[in-house]
């Protein structure tokens, strides 16, 4: 039952709660844009260390101290510039921006690599070594930089602009007009990769439903290569996990994520993270539905998702959002964490049902629908058209016998039998039910008791519904301040939810159990 389900996932946070208490200001969403300006594009951390870059519209900004003090840096270009994407490798740092490609050794002396301009975004193969070679897109193509030489690449069937592009270990991976491209020999050979063929959902020989589904299919959002196990790809289908190689991994379960508007993902070692342009979403693998992280309250749409592990080996959640850049310490979240959130809007999207869908529940549970009584109605009408029916059959049987008799002798002729069937059919109406019959005055008394049944079934259901969800927004918001859990609230959680299920038939907890 849910209430069992409820009462164990909150038991097991609450013993969290006390553990972490020390912790609790790090748990939550801190404002680190102080001394950046400009909508912030793009954000690159040195793994083990407090350094980080950010790109904005305006400027490239550097910190030493983890975003407690950001410091912005002059390039050969100008002092106003927009920084597109950073890329590490070793000790050499290079940025993409609208007047092309500049690098430097930690950032000290800039250089320009010289070539093309409005370049959209670079990468490197391997980012502890710099002479693995520097990749770079723009609206013209794929280009190797090599001193001085910018040569085109990239895969033949490469026919649409560069949304994205990414490096794992010498694997390239780049998405362009829906389509996910990999090459893992360092940009030499190239595959297309179809993530439903590969998933098991498309076939040779394909059907017109399938070639459509294939059509709407496409890649929505950023490919996270920094994944524990795996790059990440976000597609209008869900997130899937792809090897090095480019072998899908695994398709994750996409309950209570709107899939179809992800445009950011970020793989932790504490969890996968999910980012639409205004909330980020916490995956949990153990009850397989994702959980709002983050929801967006100061203008602007989020530009930026991306995990990093500081000097002090401690790992963070950063999320741009316009001009804002905010960080939260992710150590503290359970592995798995099965914290249930509380069903905003409709249950489709939400990992509880809305209370629409819950009365929807309980009226076909109880048989109290108005389409029930307006059945009765329109049967009540066909009575006075259809006209009574009556049947008749008689059959009779006839012996032929004759006599005959004289003074000697008598004898008897006995004829053939004769056998009459005789059947009828007769249809009646009662022209008056057409004006009004009996039935009528039924069911508008049935009805009248049914629209009270009905009416106190919901209000009862709503009671319930909303006490129940009080409770656990009460709840959560105690383990969000490090609090201990009151074990009677959870008990009356399991109470109201074993309620709603005895109004419901126990769909309510079919709807929302953890699986």
């Not at 039952?1 to 912790?23: D, H, P, Q, W």
């Not at 790109?55 to 975003?67: I, L």
Request: net charge negative.
């Amino acid at each position: 039952m849910v209430g069992k389900y409820n009462v164990m996932l909150i038991l097991t946070l609450c013993m969290f709660s006390v553990s972490g208490r020390a912790e609790a200001d790090s748990n939550k969403w801190e404002d680190m844009s102080g001394g950046i300006a400009g909508r912030i594009l793009c954000i690159k951390g040195i793994e083990g260390t407090d350094v980080l870059y950010a790109g904005t519209e305006t400027g490239f900004y550097s910190t030493k101290d983890g975003g407690g003090r950001w410091q912005g840096i002059d390039l050969p270009c100008g002092s106003v510039f927009d920084v597109r994407d950073i890329a590490v490798a070793g000790e050499d740092i290079f940025i993409a921006t609208g007047k092309g490609v500049y690098t430097g050794p930690a950032g000290v002396s800039w250089k320009r690599l010289p070539g093309r301009q409005d370049i959209a975004g670079v990468v490197v193969p391997f980012e502890k070594r710099a002479d693995s070679g520097v990749f770079a897109w723009s609206g013209e193509g794929f280009f190797r930089i090599r001193g001085r030489s910018w040569k085109r690449t990239g895969p033949e069937l490469l026919t649409e602009t560069i949304d994205d592009a990414a490096c794992r270990n010498g694997s390239i991976f780049i998405t362009a007009g829906g389509d996910l491209f990999c090459s893992s020999d360092g940009g030499e050979l190239w595959k297309k990769i179809s993530l439903l063929k590969e998933y098991g959902e498309e076939e040779t020989d394909e059907t017109d439903a399938m070639m459509e589904e294939e059509k709407e299919f496409s890649i929505t959002g950023n490919i996270d290569p920094s994944g524990p196990a795996g790059v990440v790809i976000a597609t209008t289908e869900g997130l899937f996990i792809l090897s090095e190689e480019g072998r899908l991994l695994e398709r994750v379960d996409t309950t209570g994520l709107p899939k179809a508007y992800v445009r950011y993902a970020a793989w932790t070692e504490k969890g996968l993270f999910a980012a639409t342009d205004k909330r980020v979403f916490l995956y949990s693998g153990k009850a397989g539905y994702w959980q709002p992280f983050f929801e967006r309250t100061l203008p602007g749409y989020i530009s930026f998702l991306k995990g990093h592990r500081d000097g002090k080996g401690r790992r963070w959640l950063w999320v741009a959002c316009g001009e804002y850049l905010y960080r939260r310490a992710i150590d503290f979240i359970p592995e798995n964490s099965a914290v249930r959130v509380l069903a905003r809007g409709s249950g489709r999207n939400g990992t509880e049902p809305s209370i629409r869908d819950v009365h929807r529940m309980a009226i076909e549970y109880a048989e109290v629908s108005p389409e029930k009584i307006k059945r009765w109605r329109r049967g009540a009408e066909w009575k006075a058209i259809m006209p009574k029916v009556s049947l008749s059959f008689s059959e009779s049987r006839d012996d032929n016998i004759e006599i005959y008799k004289n003074s000697t002798k008598s004898y008897i002729v006995e004829g053939p039998r004769e056998i009459d069937t005789d059947w009828g059919i007769g249809l009646t109406w009662d022209l008056s039910d057409l004006v009004w019959n009996d039935s009528q005055t039924n069911i508008d008394i049935r009805s009248k008791l049914m629209v009270q049944l009905r009416d106190n079934i919901l209000e009862e259901v709503t009671r319930l519904y909303f006490e129940r969800k009080r409770l656990l927004a009460g709840m959560l918001k105690t383990l969000e301040n490090g609090k201990e859990c009151d074990p009677e609230k959870q008990v009356r959680i399991e109470e109201l939810t074993a309620y709603i299920d005895a109004l419901t038939g126990g769909k309510f907890s079919e709807t929302i159990k953890i699986k």
